[in-house]
């Protein structure tokens, strides 16, 4: 029964791919100006080395959410706005220093992890090793700690040595390699140490990461006491030289300083909104949605995560305006904050805007959320969630988009992105299928992911494909299908 009900749906995806109007004559609009007059490598350009990291809170953030509502504007969109929502206290690192000063001079690399508080000014203190002490030695030999720089881990010897694979037409994309920690936690568990180094009154607390060739994972709470122990990630090499001089009985002194800054006078969170109003009597209110994050992390400039995407989707935004479209529904913008955090950004739309009760009526005028999130490279196609009806539209509106490379569709779902706020409210939402080279080996969340990692030529394609389909969904006859719902 199963098989010739795959059989009739493959039948009819086949038939309705083949019904499914494309404007090629806009679509031809679209690659010219998003090819021959793009603004996207100057958007860019701005995010990454001007306004730098976006840490969700921080001036930066701010900064690139003022930015964003100008180029909207600038652009000639409509209904440009905030929305704001609660997030925390914003944080910034100010001041680092780390080196070790005996046996000998060694500058080290490293990065705090985010809403660490400060150390009490420069340290100059001998380091404690305690990666194979338990968490009753550690208590039991409390003063030995108190006021001390302290390494609770093993020598880092498991690393994350290859990006996730492309996922096959059902898979989804994992991140492969090492598992967090594998052979570095030691008889202290890693939920343990924050508490741990409170109790006994460290200086501050040292961690190694996964990363190689200097590659830092560093990320963090936002949630972090006030009264923490200043904490930072170093590069695993660097680690692991300290700790094995400890382990031989080298003595060694490190001079550290972590100057850290709150910022609590706004506390909220901020997306940026904006329109191109839909010109069709019948059908001018109902929503296309596209979106991206515009935070980052707080050790680079954001640059594939997600500076990319967010530069796209302004350029997106002014493909259509240039090139005088007049879609006949809305089409929305949204570029999220918070989404390093938990997709909180995007999560406070859908609450506030479409989801329960209150919101039915908006939930049934919106037609099609596009996100574009992790990976580099040019968009290949679309995530389709498992949701069989849009296939055929979406490898339709591929077809003249391919000899810019967006060639394929993917059955399958991936996670951890903000789509996933409006499919949890029963919406189509779907994430762009993208390159991962270098991506979780060098750039995703880490010291390394700045502006050399992205190509112009990448940047235009993405843009015109979001402008394509942003436009496509705008323009069809009926919304964007929605997934089955299983069957009770």
Do not use: C
Request: charged content about 20%; overall charge negative.
């Amino acid at each position: 029964m199963r098989s010739r009900l795959v059989v009739a749906l493959l039948a009819l995806a086949t038939r309705l791919s083949a019904q499914e109007p494309v404007d090629q004559a806009t679509i031809a609009r679209i690659k010219d100006e998003g090819l021959n007059r793009s603004q996207v490598g100057e958007l860019f350009n701005h995010l990454t080395n001007v306004i730098g990291p976006r840490l969700t809170g921080s001036p930066a953030f701010k900064q690139a959410v003022e930015w964003s509502e100008a180029r909207f504007r600038q652009f000639g969109l409509a209904n440009v706005h905030t929305e704001a929502w609660l997030f925390g206290r914003g944080w910034t690192l100010e001041k680092l220093t780390l080196e070790i000063t005996e046996p000998r001079y060694f500058p080290l690399v490293g990065y705090p992890e985010a809403w660490t508080p400060s150390t009490e000014g420069e340290l100059l203190a001998s380091p404690v090793y305690v990666g194979d002490w338990t968490p009753e030695q550690v208590r039991a030999r409390k003063s030995e700690l108190a006021g001390k720089i302290v390494l609770p881990w093993r020598p880092q010897t498991a690393f994350i040595t290859q990006d996730r694979p492309q996922p096959t037409e059902h898979q989804q994309p994992v991140r492969i390699g090492a598992p967090p920690n594998v052979g570095t936690t030691g008889p202290v568990e890693r939920r343990e140490i924050g508490a741990l180094m409170r109790e006994v009154a460290a200086a501050a607390v040292l961690h190694p990461n996964q990363g190689q060739h200097g590659t830092i994972f560093a990320l963090g709470n936002r949630n972090t006491p006030d009264d923490a122990v200043p904490s930072v990630i170093l590069a695993a090499e660097h680690y692991n030289l300290i700790a094995r001089m400890l382990q031989a009985g080298v003595p060694v002194k490190l001079r550290m300083n972590v100057q850290t800054r709150y910022y609590a006078a706004d506390t909220n969170g901020y997306n940026v909104i904006a329109e191109i109003p839909g010109t069709d009597p019948r059908i001018g209110d109902e929503v296309v949605m596209v979106g991206a994050h515009l935070d980052s992390w707080h050790s680079a400039t954001g640059a594939t995560d997600n500076a990319d995407a967010s530069a796209s989707l302004i350029e997106a935004a002014r493909i259509l305006k240039a090139a005088s479209l007049q879609p006949r529904r809305t089409i929305r913008f949204a570029l999220w904050g918070g989404e390093e955090q938990g997709l909180l950004g995007a999560r406070a739309y859908v609450q506030q805007h479409l989801a329960g009760d209150a919101n039915a009526q908006a939930r049934e005028k919106f037609s099609v959320y596009f996100n574009h999130d992790p990976g580099t490279g040019p968009i290949y196609g679309w995530y389709l969630e498992e949701n069989d009806a849009v296939g055929p539209i979406f490898d339709a509106w591929l077809e003249p988009l391919k000899d810019l490379g967006a060639r394929r569709n993917i059955a399958g779902k991936i996670g951890s992105t903000d789509h996933l706020a409006f499919i949890a409210a029963g919406l189509p939402g779907f994430n762009t299928v993208q390159d991962y080279t270098d991506y979780d080996t060098r750039t995703h969340h880490t010291n390394t992911d700045f502006y050399e990692r992205l190509k112009l030529d990448d940047l235009k394609q993405a843009a015109i494909v979001l402008a394509t389909f942003a436009y496509q969904a705008a323009m069809r006859e009926e919304k964007i299908p929605r997934a089955a719902r299983p069957v009770p």
